[in-house]
């Protein structure tokens, strides 16, 4: 307990190198906190734009065909029938659904050519589940039957097209067999998601499918709910109900996809991120203890002369760095809590303050982003803070403590 | 019954490559209860002696017995055990810990043998701060404090725990006459109520006034050893 008290004494001893070493383990706790906060409201982020423009919540799909997907193949599709939409339509918190149908084409404007998705879609029932609506930046998304396509801005502008302008997609169909589809350009839009803005060929369903020769069949339906908390439950229900129709179908949510995966590995990255800043502040550890420790050094000869235990002396010396981090650990949290306060309300516009279009990075942020709450980063930061400045001192307190008592009294 | 013995015992330290005795053969037994000055001129070994008495320092060679123990066969645990319990040290330049107060310099000694309930602790350390004259100045940190007063909170800090043995250098150094025969009253009576053996390294004949017994140390040997009848100290 007098070990305590001397520890806690201790701390105040050199106020201003106490403080700054608590500065430095607070600026990299606050740091952490709001890049934890960035990164999480870009993932959320990116999750919202795989929902809103690509994946929807869920998906309706032949299993094999989804083994395969990355392909885009032809085979194992799916023909929608009437008590299939039925029962999705009877699903809890439904918004929408829309068929589509995938395929590789090349993408040329009689100079150049590059490969691309292509989307067959039902243009009525495509803004029920995706938010392409507001987006365009020219044009419009064309009416069913029309021989007219929609693509992102970015490669219209890597191919020199305009709304107006012809395309023509070379594919081949379900027998191998090359065919072509000539549409009029009737819309660009730019989006937060960089496959739609760069990849993606949206044209009417029907048209794609007498081109690919695929009959009625479909490689998915994607389907809206009220929101993203609904989906797991409203895909096992509908898996029990469509295995009941064909056994072969199979009902995936959202955060099955891989793309979410990845985006979850991209923030398990920014880990890396708090072992660096842990690194900062165990440095300034390590240099407050062995600053102190070599000025006090007559002191702790003296200490040992009273027969305190090398461990006693550790422990005055490790409490006290653990003070500093609690210290640095708590101003930094308040800081952290107060940016990220600041950063829900005003968010940051990239495009604003770096005329830099995320999106082209692959970053998926359309005018400003916002930061998110993670409480968890707060404790573990925190907590992490203070064990890292208490086992960082431990080895240059042992240094100190383990010195020869004759050799520590006459230090000077 | 001895508390002390020194058989052969010698310190060589190592400059470089050149090594250079401190002690060549020591042979003394001190008993319980002793009051013992060593002195000698500067460089003769007194400091690495009374190192080696306080268990502060191993001996090259020769052996060291305290309280029925050979220190040479206690590891640093043991040694600072051994510290803490039975040893009290005066240092010349105090050692305090500034950022406690007089009272709580004290207090530490204390506390680290573990010996008195709060209440007794408090009347022990406050008695003795009175008793080297500090009684009034219990709060005061180290740097309120005049060197004198410094030293008279290290020696309460020595003798508060009434160990078997108090090692002081140099415990008058800072002390005006009249402080430093207080402080000397109070050892004495330590001596003559507990049976405290005091060995202290020093020059001055105040100090040597009140031994039973003077070492004179030279080149690392005892070149010395006056016993003396101290009756006319008072009791």
Redesign the interface.
């Known amino acids: 307990m007098f070990l305590t008290k001397l520890a806690i004494k201790n701390l105040w001893r050199h106020r201003n190198r106490t403080l700054i070493t608590s500065t430095i383990i607070a600026f990299a706790i606050f740091y952490y906190i709001l890049l934890d906060s960035m990164i999480g409201g870009m993932t959320q982020m990116s999750y919202q734009t795989l929902i809103d423009y690509e994946a929807g919540h869920l998906q309706l799909v032949n299993q094999a065909y989804w083994v395969e997907e990355e392909e885009l193949p032809l085979e194992n599709l799916l023909v929608v029938d009437e008590q299939i939409i039925s029962d999705i339509e009877k699903l809890k918190g439904y918004r929408g659904s829309s068929p589509e149908l995938n395929f590789q084409a090349l993408l040329n404007n009689g100079i150049n050519e590059l490969p691309v998705i292509g989307k067959g879609i039902d243009p009525e029932r495509f803004d029920d589940v995706f938010f392409l609506e507001d987006q365009y930046v020219e044009g419009s998304m064309f009416s069913t039957g029309q021989y007219q396509a929609v693509i992102g801005k970015r490669l219209a502008d890597l191919l020199q097209l305009e709304v107006g302008d012809y395309i023509t997609l070379l594919v081949k169909d379900k027998n191998k067999t090359f065919n072509t589809i000539d549409v009029e350009l009737a819309g660009l839009v730019h989006t937060g998601n960089p496959n739609v803005n760069n990849n993606f060929v949206y044209l009417p369903l029907g048209l794609v499918q007498q081109a690919l020769n695929v009959d009625n069949q479909v490689s998915k339906v994607i389907i809206r709910l009220e929101n993203a908390g609904l989906a797991k439950q409203a895909a096992s229900e509908l898996r029990d109900k469509v295995k009941g129709i064909d056994n072969r179908l199979q009902v995936y949510s959202w955060d099955e996809l891989e793309a979410v995966a990845v985006a979850s590995a991209k923030q398990a990255g920014a880990q890396l991120m708090l072992v660096i800043i842990l690194l900062i502040a165990a440095i300034a550890i390590v240099n407050t203890v062995i600053l102190a420790a070599l000025e006090r050094m007559e002191e702790i000869g003296m200490m040992k002369a009273m027969g305190l235990q090398v461990k006693e002396i550790v422990y005055i010396f490790v409490l006290e760095s653990a003070g500093i981090g609690i210290l640095g650990g708590l101003i930094g949290v308040i800081l952290g809590a107060i940016g990220v306060w600041l950063f829900n309300i005003y968010g940051l516009d990239f495009d604003a303050w770096m005329n830099v279009d995320m999106a082209s990075f692959g970053i998926p942020v359309i005018g400003k982003m916002y930061g998110v709450w993670n409480p968890q980063a707060f404790v573990m930061v925190f907590s992490f803070g203070v064990l890292v400045s208490l086992l960082a001192s431990i080895f240059p307190a042992y240094w100190a403590a383990d010195k020869d008592p004759v050799k520590a009294i006459n230090h000077r | 019954m001895a508390l002390l013995e020194m058989r052969g015992v010698t310190k060589i330290y190592q400059q470089g490559k050149i090594p250079v005795p401190a002690l060549r053969g020591i042979d003394l037994t001190v008993e319980q209860g002793e009051f013992t000055t060593i002195f000698g001129p500067s460089g003769s070994g007194k400091t690495t002696m009374l190192?080696m008495i306080?268990c502060?320092?191993k001996p090259t060679s020769g052996t060291i017995i305290f309280d029925g123990k050979d220190l040479g066969k206690l590891d640093?645990?043991g040694l600072?055990?051994?510290?803490?319990?039975n040893?009290g040290?005066v240092?010349q330049?105090y050692?305090l810990?500034?950022?406690?107060t007089a009272y709580e310099n004290v207090?530490?000694?204390l506390?680290?043998v573990n010996r008195y309930d709060k209440k007794q602790l408090k009347e022990r350390v406050l008695q003795i701060l009175a008793d080297v004259g500090l009684a009034g100045l219990e709060n005061r940190r180290p740097n309120e404090l005049s060197g004198g007063q410094k030293q008279r909170v290290a020696i309460a800090?020595a003798l508060v725990k009434e160990p078997k043995l108090v090692l002081a250098d140099e415990p008058s150094a800072n002390l005006d006459s009249k402080t430093s025969e207080e402080v000397l009253e109070v050892m004495v009576k330590m001596n003559q109520e507990l049976g405290t053996t005091f060995i202290f390294s020093t020059h001055d004949p105040q100090v040597m006034e009140y031994a039973h017994r003077m070492l004179e140390v030279r080149d690392g040997l005892i070149s010395e050893d006056q016993r003396r009848d101290r009756s006319h100290v008072s009791d």
Do not use: C, H, M, T
């Open positions: 190192n306080g502060l320092d640093k645990k600072a055990q051994l510290r803490r319990y040893i040290f240092f330049s050692n810990i500034p950022v406690l207090e530490f000694a506390r680290l800090r």
